[in-house]
T-cell receptor, first 115, second 109 residues
Framework: ETGVTQTPRHLVMGMTNKKSLKCEQH?????MYWYKQSAKKPLELMFV???????ENNSVPSRFSPECPNSSHLFLHLHTLQPEDSALYLC??????????????FGPGTRLTVL | GQNIDQPTEMTATEGAIVQINCTYQ??????LFWYQQHAGEAPTFLSY??LDGLEEKGRFSSFLSRSKGYSYLLVKELQMKDSASYLC??????????WGAGTKLIIKP
């Protein structure tokens, strides 16, 4: 496997369910990100991890809980979500958390639908 | 507040040239990125500008004017596969990426 992978690609869940999104990067990067992408809206940065330590949490509701067990894996645990949380959730990684021309490499995303 | 503006949608003809504009108002500036995102796929990196001027990479060029808070992406010799959304993003003083909503580019034969 190469690049950034995400599973599942599609997820439908009820408001009382608990589910997790998984992201894995095979690029040897030190920073990983979770983004929310809603139709016709800018990408919203949710969380940033640098060397498995959370460095950014952009006022995300507690029903979203990230976990970074090592520099290659990132999870987003979901519980008691709302219909407005339906969106594409993108994972990304970069060599460092910021600076320079470091581009972010994105996974294909998980399309989440909350019923 | 911080803001990135880009047109919502543009249409162009195969073989032609298109210019997609991006204006920004951010707290600080540490570089501007353009990404391409095909429907249902991951955004992929196209270009990076940190100094004023034009950066060329094959059929894709990106221009930056920091004094005007303005950038554009120029795509030449348009191909049908260029139909995608083009995202402009600015790295602010905290080195956080601020994203525009994207421009959906439709290519017609």
């Amino acid at each position: 496997e190469t690049g950034v992978t995400q599973t599942p690609r599609h997820l439908v869940m009820g408001m009382t369910n608990k589910k997790s999104l998984k992201c894995e990067q095979h690029l040897g990067h030190n920073a990983m990100y979770w983004y929310k992408q809603s139709a016709k809206k800018p990408l919203e940065l949710m969380f940033v991890y640098s060397l498995e330590e959370r460095v950014e949490n952009n006022s995300v509701p507690s029903r979203f809980s990230p976990e970074c067990p090592n520099s290659s894996h990132l999870f987003l645990h979901l519980h008691t979500l709302q219909p407005e949380d339906s969106a594409l959730y993108l994972c990304a990684s970069s060599p460092t958390p910021g600076g320079g021309a470091d581009e972010q490499f994105f996974g294909p995303g998980t399309r989440l639908t909350v019923l | 507040g911080q803001n990135i503006d880009q047109p919502t949608e543009m249409t162009a003809t195969e073989g032609a040239i298109v210019q997609i504009n991006c204006t920004y108002q951010t707290s600080g500036f540490n570089g501007l990125f353009w990404y391409q995102q095909h429907a249902g796929e991951a955004p992929t990196f196209l270009s990076y500008n940190v100094l004023d001027g034009l950066e060329e990479k094959g059929r894709f060029s990106s221009f930056l004017s920091r004094s005007k808070g303005y950038s554009y992406l120029l795509v030449k010799e348009l191909q049908m596969k260029d139909s995608a959304s083009y995202l402009c993003a600015v790295r602010d003083s905290n080195y956080q990426l601020i994203w525009g909503a994207g421009t959906k580019l439709i290519i017609k034969p």
